[in-house]
């Protein structure tokens, strides 16, 4: 199931966005994206996911947009330190 959303905008200012940027669409959904991710109402990966781009794009994407603070937390790093020394064991 996919999900579309509608901005009505007057329509000098519709004209002036799409003028400025010929992919006026995309932009306004990775903007919108990335706005959720900062509220955390998205993890990381459905971002990756809505925006249909790998990891490191996404991380590219985070840049651009200046979310900086996403450092991973205490839990998820244990996370991958238990993952690793499962790998090791095997």
């Known amino acids: 199931m996919n999900m579309s959303v509608t901005i009505d905008l007057p329509e000098e200012v519709e004209l002036r966005l799409r003028a400025a940027s010929p992919d006026f669409d995309s932009e306004a959904k990775e903007a919108m994206l990335v706005e959720l991710y900062r509220q955390d109402k998205l993890t990381r990966y459905e971002l990756s996911q ?29 996370e991958d330190l238990r993952q690793a020394r499962s790998l090791m064991n095997r």
């Open 50 to 78: 809505a925006l249909g781009i790998s990891r490191l794009d996404t991380d590219a994407v985070l840049k651009k947009h200046n979310v900086t603070e996403d450092l991973p937390s205490v839990e998820e790093l244990e």
